[in-house]
């Protein structure tokens, strides 16, 4: 059985930091890509983060809006992914999702943790206040 254990959301200041964890089970984890996404209310669900190639560190993709802000990195012993949030906006507010699927992650949905990616998480609300 196939479980993405999210965790690491709250809510922050603007300005502040996160650390989100997905930790992975019940699939080849090297095998597959992984990913971050999120939902903000009335908006699209979108790409934010990737390892589009578990096996190679630099495999990754991370959106235009977020570089040099967020950072996802992995842990393959542990299954298990991150991503590191600093430099938090208002308009990062959103609830995350991880997700995994091993033919590839499109840069959005209309809806996240519908039928369209193998495997999702159950998400996890980041909230940044001003």
């Known amino acids: 059985e196939v479980h993405l254990v999210e965790s690491g959301g709250g809510s922050v200041q603007a300005g502040g930091s996160l650390r989100l964890s997905c930790t992975t089970s019940?699939?080849?984890?090297?095998?597959?890509?992984v990913g971050w996404y999120r939902q903000a209310p009335g908006k699209e669900c979108v790409l934010v983060s990737a390892i589009t190639d578990p096996g190679d560190e630099d495999g990754t993709f991370v959106r235009d809006s977020m570089q040099g802000r967020f950072t996802m990195s992995q842990d393959s012993a542990k299954s298990t992914v991150y991503l590191q949030m600093n430099s938090l906006k208002p308009e990062d507010t959103a609830v995350y999702y991880c997700?995994?699927?091993?033919?590839?992650?499109?840069?959005?949905?209309?809806?996240?943790?519908?039928?369209?990616?193998?495997?999702w998480g159950q998400g996890t609300q980041v909230t940044v206040s001003p």
């Open positions: 019940g699939f080849t984890f090297a095998a597959t890509d």
């Open positions: 997700a995994a699927d091993d033919e590839g992650l499109d840069l959005a949905y209309d809806t996240c943790a519908q039928n369209d990616v193998q495997f």
